[in-house]
T-cell receptor
Framework: SQQGEEDPQALSIQEGENATMNCSYK?????LQWYRQNSGRGLVHLIL?????REKHSGRLRVTLDTSKKSSSLLITASRAADTASYFC???????????FGTGTRLTVIP | EAQVTQNPRYLITVTGKKLTVTCSQN?????MSWYRQDPGLGLRQIYY???????DKGDVPEGYKVSRKEKRNFPLILESPSPNQTSLYFC????????FGPGTRLTVT
């Protein structure tokens, strides 16, 4: 399976702290995406990083990609209670939008 | 407002009774797909469609059918549901940034 794996499975932090989640995958990719899911709801796209990019920012989000290690990390700075959710990485191997999702990191931000 | 809608949102049915979950998008995206989400397994792609009349299998297509007769609609069909198809189902539309529907929670008894 080309499915990614997130680490840790669960993370609990205080409001204002930074949260870092990691994703490892198995095959070469065209791009890697991060999604957020609030409990039982649909996923929301956060950010996409292409295989030729190493770092990308969007607001309080910072994503890095290391294709040599087949890994990515998502950093959420100055976390808020509203950031409490599950976060998934998804790899697009061919660029044809067929995404392979990891099992997610459950983030809890304590007010 | 960009939207992907699914119906029904909740469904309890019995083994073997054919059902259809509808999916509709208003963004004119060519690409649509179906996923199922199970605890500990993340999201797995069932089928996807690159355009009208073009569909292909994803990771877990067994027991499912789809059709894409028009761009906005991509229904998921379970001809003979079984209990192992009890899951949370998501439809998505879009290229690169995929927009997800709200989900359909299906229970097969």
């Amino acid at each position: 399976s080309q499915q990614g794996e997130e680490d840790p499975q669960a993370l609990s932090i205080q409001e204002g702290e930074n949260a870092t989640m990691n994703c490892s995958y198995k095959t070469s990719i065209n791009n890697l995406q991060w999604y957020r899911q609030n409990s039982g709801r649909g996923l929301v796209h956060l950010i996409l990083i292409r295989s030729n990019e190493r770092e990308k920012h969007s607001g309080r989000l910072r994503v890095t990609l290391d294709t040599s290690k087949k890994s990515s990390s998502l950093l959420i700075t100055a976390s808020r209670a509203a950031d409490t959710a599950s976060y998934f990485c998804a790899t697009d191997v061919s660029g044809a939008n067929n995404l392979f999702f990891g099992t997610g990191t459950r983030l809890t931000v304590i007010p | 407002e960009a939207q992907v809608t699914q119906n029904p949102r909740y469904l309890i049915t019995v083994t073997g009774k054919k059902l259809t979950v509808t999916c509709s998008q208003n963004m004119n995206h060519e690409y649509m797909s179906w996923y199922r989400q199970d605890p500990g397994l993340g999201l797995r792609q069932i089928y996807y469609s690159m355009n009208v009349e073009v569909t292909d299998k994803g990771d877990v297509p067994e027991g499912y059918k789809v059709s894409r007769k028009e761009k906005r609609n991509f229904p998921l069909i379970l001809e003979s549901p079984s209990p192992n198809q009890t899951s949370l189902y998501f439809c998505a539309a879009g290229a690169y940034e995929q927009y997800f529907g709200p989900g359909t929670r299906l229970t097969v008894t």
